[in-house]
């Protein structure tokens, strides 16, 4: 930070130590100040919007005041470092650290099997720690909501809540539904029926060290002092294009906003941040406010009270909480409608930082609050130099009249919000994508005011969020009932009246329109309902109830801290203590990964004169490039060059991949150009003053269907087929054909692509430094993109935050993308892909398209199907053709039907090129399946698991493409999933649940699953390893496979001390890299422990062969004498080992083959309700029984299928990618994209892996990194379930189309009822929407 301006003194500590910047930049943020300027790099980018909580902190500021310390979570990546003057910021390096003392957080977390690629980790630390400084002993409610603004993408959230839950006072283990007995106790779970086998414990909490809150840093005295200091003066903080005025007196601040009245109150800048860094807003002054006494208070009064603007959300929350406990609740209707939103408004870290004046001031269009406030008669207290005044929170204020806002001068003091009256009713309603921390798609806060002791409506208010640019009311509504009795002809006619006045247009930005309407209507019966049933409680004479059969449409799901079990086969009691094969070992990287130690890419410090590298994309999905401009971007500060197609030395088309856009582009996102320069910031300003003018082409395809019009295909067709289709489906009893579409997925790693390209000095050498999934690849394509052999190109791989399949392919890409720039600048190159690029650039799993025909007897046996499949490969091969191969080889599932005819395609589109994804086309594949199979079953009249069971493959047989198997245990997990889930018996609980509520219904499914690892060609399942033995007794293992989060390294080292019969304590994994293990192959397709094990196993093996004259002569010796005496007798202490592959193969011409070397199976139950008047869903309930053979770490086992099922689950729920018409990805992070939080996960989750044979495999094991995913797709039918009954009920019988992924909008608007019915429905020729599907 150097500028020349004069500037004050920014003080503040980090984890301790005073830190004074002389220069502080205003435009620079926390995140940033730690990893770069203070290279505390614990503290983790990944989408620097406040959306995951990757970066969470802890910030401590002293209130001179109360004289207490505030201590709160933030998110870094929104903190302005000029904020902090004064305060005091601990960071993960601040909790613990391996070189001090790990922190009992840190210790729990890692122990408890919470960190996996551990990315996440710091954050998840952060957050636990930040509550327990506030609350040393939780209660399980407050961890949940702790980590609620914390994604993971690995773990699937169990094992962090428990390690979190280990701090609380209550038992640490489950405690079922209050009945304070636990699950874990083993005669209260009928299932564990073996206990003398049967281990559900996957650590030790013996071992935890204890918490001692006392032993927590102090707060420094020196912030004490400077924040009671009397002569505290306005500070200026000067950056290089910004100022930041930090005032001390309101005085002084109403004086600056008539100065400069344009220029932003920064207060906790969750507004105001994002929309600098996301809609390149600039204000060239901010004013910061923060800690002046005037903006921090809570005043009750008579008739209300009244908020300072400067209080968070969270102590808003508070205050409320300490008002509904002293008021009577009559009073406090609007008080319990705004807590029930901030309990899910964001995360805990934005809820802290957002005040109750930026919040009203900035009106969001989806706020959750204002609706409420407005509803509740709220009025804001405002300030000037000119004196106070206050303007109501109405409608005006809401839809921004100028009339009705605060003046450029003016500022908010405080918001006051009134209490409510016996005869005034309050609400706020939401929905949301995902419960927690995701802005609404709809939300409302309404209010009626009723003549004293009548249902006469003399005041009503509606104010809707999501439906326009603003909160809007609907007054006019409103107006026209006013006189009205609350009765079903005044709802009726409030949701005629509110449909025409609110409309929302069939091309709005944000789709969803009839979804959009829809929820203005549910959600107003939902007000209508509730208001019913208070007038009921106050009057039940004179006011009837409301149905018995309508009141659970009454309330939002509850968060509930989820609970659950793990059970597996516990370790053979002869085993020799020392050998850690089959203990739930802790992942060798975790205690790292929670003290952020554990260095990802861009941790590694900077080296000398490295540059940072932005992209310039296509804006356009096919066209022809006009031009280039780049003048005005290299005379920018800082720019050092740009790199285009002109500048790779080698291929710029390397196996149709292309790497900087020639002459055209095909799709928007496509790499078009790279700037390097001194800094990120300097690059990405550049970046944006690119100019590119295209010239379009057609077609432009983006979706299957266009590719299927225009016969644009990646690759030929694949299929597979047994028996006579064709002559079998003139036998059967019926016939019914579908299509079933699934939408594709974004891997959402948290680590975004990280690349450090450094050229060497010599021989044209290139070292780089990523997190890939497949060294080798990145290695081709560097040497082909700089024409150089493959022997000048090290790729180094340490760990990676996440990889999912999308770090498979697109390292090759961008590793060759920053290899011609590293080339062309001769200096190393940063590139570090900022989420929302990496969204765009790097795409993800395959949109699919399935049809079918299915043939089946009226008793529920299917002969014959005929399943063609689509998938969207996007601009270029990638991986699509071997996804279209696996589709057609594992789609059948675990179902035997005999006349089965299977193709598949990869259509060629407009999009940026989609590539491996977990499971690798089998979990949208098997959708179509599993809709084909429900559809016979509802054709039957039968339940789809009966059908499912019917068809299931019952003994040893031949899969369609001729592979012989014994499905014994698929069985085995079936029944044992039926039985002991209690699938029956809940089903029929279901079923009078679903009897006795008509607005919410819930619904079972179970779903068998055979799934096989690996790949039909043998050399690609090949793997190497090198084993040194160092003269000290320690053993280096390398091999060729990477760590990923997967704990790959972890089951490496357990397999070395097996071998070697030394303790894990004497091995260590460094790194994977092309020096040392030549031509690896992939680490995908859940085989790298297989592959990488007997490579290591074999290494080991070869060793302690050359070891074995030493070790008879000495028998007795220690593993370092006989070390040493080898050595004196001259043999080689270092090996590499070999593993050929499985022997696998496909012969497509002959549609036949020994495609995997075996199966998985499994069997899973899910159970969910949903809100047939929103859309939500609950799950309620999981029980997965996978068939793990023998699992080598179930811990990390467990992990992993607990992980991919949670993943799987947001593929099928949640995560929904939204196009534009014209190709453009609109999700670009995690305010638009919603993986699973917390509260998604089961609240009720029992995972048990059942025991096989495997001899094929090492230890017997199985692969088990990819199976868990599909598994989610019980969700979806159970949802799918669930609205089957609300159809029945409603008297629709029909079938209907099942497709993925089942969102609220989905399941609202397949619960067709009165409200549907209602909307205003429009002609899709006559608009374009304004997003598509792509499937
Ligand atoms: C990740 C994320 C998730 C979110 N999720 C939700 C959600 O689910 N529901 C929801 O409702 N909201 C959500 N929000 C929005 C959030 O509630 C608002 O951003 C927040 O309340 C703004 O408050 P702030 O203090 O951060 O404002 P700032 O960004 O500091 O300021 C915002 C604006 O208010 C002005 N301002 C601030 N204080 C005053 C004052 N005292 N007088 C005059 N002007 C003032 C500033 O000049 C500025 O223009 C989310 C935000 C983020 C980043
Ligand atoms: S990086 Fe800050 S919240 Fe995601
Ligand atoms: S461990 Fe949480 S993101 Fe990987």
Redesign the pocket.
């Known amino acids: 930070m150097s500028h020349s301006k004069e500037s004050d003194e920014l003080v503040f500590f980090v984890n301790g130590r005073k830190v004074i910047e002389r220069n502080p930049d205003p435009e620079v943020n926390l995140l940033f100040y730690l990893r770069k300027n203070l290279h505390l790099s614990g503290t983790k980018y990944a989408c620097g919007?406040?959306?995951c909580g990757a970066c969470t902190v802890m910030v401590s500021r002293y209130n001179p005041k109360t004289k207490k310390i505030h201590h709160y979570p933030a998110t870094a990546c929104?903190v302005p470092i000029c904020s902090l003057h004064g305060a005091a910021v601990t960071t993960v390096e601040g909790v613990g650290s391996i070189k001090t003392r790990i922190h009992p957080v840190q210790e729990r977390l890692a122990k408890c099997h919470g960190t996996q690629c551990g990315f996440c980790s710091p954050g998840m630390v952060m957050s636990i720690y930040t509550l327990l400084r506030n609350h040393p002993e939780p209660t399980p409610d407050q961890i949940t909501e702790a980590l609620g603004g914390n994604l993971c993408r690995c773990t699937g959230y169990r094992p962090i809540i428990e390690s979190g839950k280990t701090f609380c006072v209550e038992s640490t283990l489950c405690q079922r539904k209050g009945s304070g007995k636990c699950c874990m106790d083993q005669d209260e779970r009928s299932f564990v029926n073996k206990p003398e086998k049967i281990c559900t414990k996957l650590y030790n909490e013996d071992e935890f060290r204890p918490f001692d809150p006392s032993q927590e840093p102090i707060f420094p005295p020196e912030l004490i002092r400077m924040a009671e200091d009397p002569n505290k003066r306005r500070l200026t903080f000067q950056g290089e294009r910004t100022s930041w005025i930090m005032p001390v007196t309101l005085e002084d601040v109403l004086e600056l906003k008539a100065s400069f009245p344009k220029a932003?109150?920064?207060?906790?800048?969750?507004?105001?941040?994002?929309s600098i860094k996301f809609k390149d807003v600039f204000y060239p002054v901010f004013i910061s406010p923060l800690g002046l006494p005037e903006?921090y208070f809570v005043d009750t009064i008579d008739d209300g009270v009244t908020i300072g603007?400067?209080y968070s959300?969270a102590q808003l929350n508070d205050a409320l909480l300490f008002t509904v406990l002293e008021q009577p609740k009559e009073k406090t209707k609007t008080y319990h409608a705004l807590l029930k939103h901030l309990r899910t408004?964001?995360g805990a870290q934005?809820r802290n930082?957002?005040?109750v004046?930026?919040?009203v001031?900035?009106r969001?269009s989806?706020?959750?609050?204002n609706p409420i406030l407005a509803a509740g008669n709220a009025t804001i207290n405002l300030r000037s130099k000119e004196g106070e005044r206050q303007i109501p929170l109405n409608s005006h204020f809401l839809e921004r009249s100028p009339e009705a806002d605060?003046k450029s001068e003016e500022?908010?003091l405080s918001v006051y919000i009134p209490y409510s009256t016996q005869w005034d009713f309050v609400s706020g309603l939401r929905l949301a994508q995902r419960q927690e921390?995701?802005?609404?798609i709809v939300n409302a806060g309404m209010s009626v005011k009723f003549e004293d002791g009548t249902n006469t409506i003399k005041d009503l208010k509606m104010f809707y969020g999501g439906v326009g640019p603003t909160v809007v009311s609907a007054s006019q509504t409103c107006k026209q009932l006013i006189g009205r009795h609350w009765d079903d002809q005044m709802l009726s006619d409030a949701c005629r009246l509110v449909l025409d006045e609110i409309y929302i247009p069939p091309e709005a930005k944000g789709g969803m329109v009839e979804y959009r309407r829809t929820l203005i209507i549910s959600l107003l019966f939902k007000f209508y309902l509730k208001v019913r049933q208070e007038l009921n409680k106050i009057d039940p004479q004179k006011f009837p109830d409301i149905p018995e059969k309508f009141m659970s449409a009454l309330e939002d799901f509850p968060i509930e801290t989820p609970q659950g079990l793990q059970m597996f086969e516990c370790v053979d009691p002869r085993q020799p203590p020392q050998d850690p094969v089959g203990h739930p070992i802790m992942h060798q990287s975790a205690i790292k990964h929670a003290t952020g130690e554990a260095v990802f890419c861009d941790d590694m410090p900077p080296i000398a004169n490295e540059l940072f590298l932005a992209v310039v994309t296509s804006t356009r999905a096919h066209a022809k490039i006009m031009s280039i401009e780049t003048s005005e971007a290299l005379a920018l500060p800082g720019v050092v060059d740009i790199i285009t197609a002109d500048d790779v030395p080698g291929d710029n088309n390397y196996h149709g991949e292309v790497f900087y856009a020639q002459n055209k582009v095909i799709c928007v996102g496509q790499i078009v150009c790279t700037v390097a320069a001194d800094t990120y910031a300097h690059a990405k300003a550049a970046a944006k003053k690119v100019k590119i003018t295209y010239e379009d082409i057609e077609p432009k395809i983006i979706t299957i269907e266009q590719a299927l019009q225009h016969n644009s295909f990646l690759s030929v067709e694949r299929k597979i087929e047994q028996g006579n289709v064709e002559q079998a489906f003139r036998h059967v009893d019926q016939i019914i054909e579908g299509e079933v579409h699934v939408e594709g997925q974004e891997h959402f790693y948290m680590e975004t692509q990280t690349i450090l390209a450094i050229p060497k000095q010599e021989d044209k050498e290139m070292v780089l430094h990523l997190g890939t999934q497949f060294p080798t690849h990145v290695q081709e394509f560097v040497a082909a993109a700089l024409n150089i052999p493959r022997n000048r190109v090290t790729c180094c791989m340490k760990r990676a935050g996440g990889a999912f399949g999308g770090k498979v392919t697109k390292p090759g890409l961008l590793g060759a993308i920053s290899a011609v720039a590293a080339n062309k600048t001769g200096r190393p190159i940063r590139f570090i892909l900022e989420r929302g690029d990496d969204m765009l650039i790097t795409a993800g799993r395959h949109p699919l398209l399935g049809k079918y025909k299915i043939g089946f007897m009226n008793n529920g046996v299917i002969k014959a199907a005929d399943v063609e499949y689509y998938v969207n490969g996007g601009c270029t091969p990638d991986e699509s053709e071997m996804v279209v191969e696996f589709i057609v080889l594992k789609s059948e599932n675990a179902y035997y039907i005999p006349h089965f005819r299977c193709r598949g395609r990869a259509c060629k589109t407009n999009l940026p090129s989609n590539t491996a994804f977990r499971g690798f086309g089998f979990p949208q594949a098997t959708v179509v399946v599993e809709a084909y199979v429900t559809a016979v079953a509802s054709q039957c009249n039968l339940l789809p698991e009966e059908v499912k069971e019917i068809n299931m493959y019952k003994r040893t047989t031949k899969t369609a493409h001729k592979q012989t198997f014994n499905p014994e245990p698929l069985r085995r997990c079936w029944k044992e999933c039926l039985e002991k889930s209690a699938f029956y018996a809940r089903k029929q609980a279901a079923e009078e649940f679903n009897k006795e509520n008509y607005w919410k219904k819930r619904g079972l499914a179970v779903v068998p699953m055979k799934f096989t690892i690996g790949v039909p060609v043998t050399y690609y399942n090949q793997a190497a390893a090198l084993v040194h033995i160092y003269l000290d007794g320690s053993v280096l293992v390398t091999h060729g496979g990477c760590e990923l989060g997967q704990g790959l390294y972890t089951k490496m080292s357990q397999v070395a001390s097996r071998e070697l019969n030394i303790p894990q304590s004497y091995i260590h994994l460094s790194e994977t890299s092309t020096i040392t293990v030549p031509n690896a192959s992939f680490t995908a397709g859940s085989m790298a422990t297989d592959i990488n094990g007997k490579a290591v196993q074999n290494a080991c093996q070869i060793l302690m062969a050359r070891l074995q004259p030493v070790i008879r002569k000495n028998p007795k010796g220690k593993w370092e004498d006989w070390i040493a005496k080898a050595f004196e007798e001259s043999i080689s202490l270092s090996a590499t080992g070999y593993f050929k592959g499985y022997k696998t193969n496909m012969d497509w011409e002959k549609k036949e083959g020994e495609a995997f070397p075996y199966f998985v199976y499994g069997a899973v139950c899910s159970e969910v309700e949903v809100d047939c008047l929103t859309g939500a869903h609950k799950l309620r309930r999981t029980d997965i029984f996978m068939d793990a053979a023998f699992s080598i770490n179930p811990a990390l086992d467990i992990g992993q299928i607990e992980g991919a099922f949670i993943q799987g689950m947001g593929l099928y729920t949640t995560e929904e990618l939204k196009y534009s018409p014209e190709g453009v990805l609109y999700s670009r992070g995690p305010?638009d994209y919603k993986i699973p939080t917390a509260t998604e996960i089961p609240e009720e989750f029992y995972v048990t892996l059942v025991r096989s044979r495997n001899p094929i495999a090492i230890y017997s094991s199985k692969g088990l990194g990819e199976a868990g995913m599909f598994m989610g797709c019980s969700v979806l039918l159970a949802i799918n379930d669930a609205v089957t009954a609300a159809r029945k009920e409603r008297g629709l019988t029909k079938t209907f189309t099942l497709s993925s992924p089942v969102t609220p909008e989905f399941i609202r608007m397949t619960c067709v009822d009165q409200f549907t019915d209602m909307i205003p429905r429009d002609d899709p020729s006559t608009f374009t929407p304004w997003s598509i599907h792509v499937s």
């Open positions: 919007g406040g959306g929104l932003p109150l920064i207060m906790g800048n969750t507004a105001v941040g994002p903006l603007a400067g959300l408004l964001a934005i930082m957002s005040t004046g930026g919040h001031v900035s969001p989806f706020s959750d609050l605060l500022i908010v921390n995701a802005s609404a305010d």
